[in-house]
C-alpha cells in the first residue's frame, strides 16, 4: 500500500499528502487499518520469540514498517487495536520487569512520535479529544467519538425496556 501511495504521487503528480492513497481495493480505513495492525502485532510476535538475532532484526524492520503505515492511515480502530495489543503481547511474552517497562515506556513513545510526526495521526487524537470534551462541558454527543460514546449510554436503557426476544428495531 505504501507503494501504491508513492505511485499514486508520481501518477497524479501531487505531493500532498492523502491517506486514501494509502488503502487498496477500496475497503474502508477502519477495516484496513485492522488488517494493518494485525499484521504489525504478527511480524512484532516474531520478534518478540525468535532468539536469532538476524531474524529478530528482519522482523523488527518489516514490522516497523507495518507501524509506520498503520500512523500514517485514518482508521482509529487498528491503532487503538496495535496498540492494546502490544501491551498484552509484551507483559506475556517478556519474562523481565525491565524489559517490561523499557518495552512499554517504548510504545509510548511510539504513540508521542506518530503524534508529533504524523499530521493525520494528530488530527484524528485531537478530533477524539475535542469529541470527548464536548461531551463532559456541554453534553455534545454530535461527534464521531461522541456518538460512539452515546451507544454505550443507551444500550442499558434499550436492554431494560425491550422484550429480548423481539427487539427493537
Do not use: C, W
Not at 103 to 122: P, R
Amino acid at each position: 500500500s505504501l507503494l501504491m501511495y508513492f505511485y499514486n504521487l508520481k501518477k497524479i503528480f501531487s505531493f500532498k499528502f492523502s491517506p486514501y492513497f494509502l488503502v487498496p481495493y477500496q475497503s474502508s480505513h477502519m477495516e484496513y487499518s485492522v488488517y494493518v495492525a494485525f499484521t504489525a502485532i504478527v511480524f512484532f510476535y516474531y520478534f518478540i520469540i525468535n532468539k536469532e538475532i538476524k531474524i529478530k532484526i528482519l522482523f523488527l524492520f518489516i514490522s516497523s514498517g507495518f507501524i509506520i503505515l498503520l500512523f500514517m492511515l485514518n482508521g482509529r480502530t487498528g491503532q487503538i487495536a496495535f496498540i492494546f495489543s502490544s501491551i498484552i503481547l509484551i507483559v506475556l511474552y517478556t519474562k523481565n520487569i525491565k524489559k517490561i517497562v523499557f518495552s512499554i515506556f517504548s510504545l509510548i513513545l511510539l504513540v508521542f512520535l506518530a503524534y508529533s510526526s504524523s499530521i493525520n495521526f494528530k488530527n484524528r487524537v485531537d478530533s477524539a479529544i475535542s469529541g470527548v470534551e464536548k461531551i463532559h462541558t456541554k453534553n455534545d454527543f454530535s461527534t464521531s467519538i461522541g456518538v460512539r460514546i452515546s451507544a454505550y449510554y443507551k444500550i442499558p436503557e434499550i436492554i431494560n425496556s425491550v422484550n429480548i426476544i423481539y427487539g427493537t428495531g
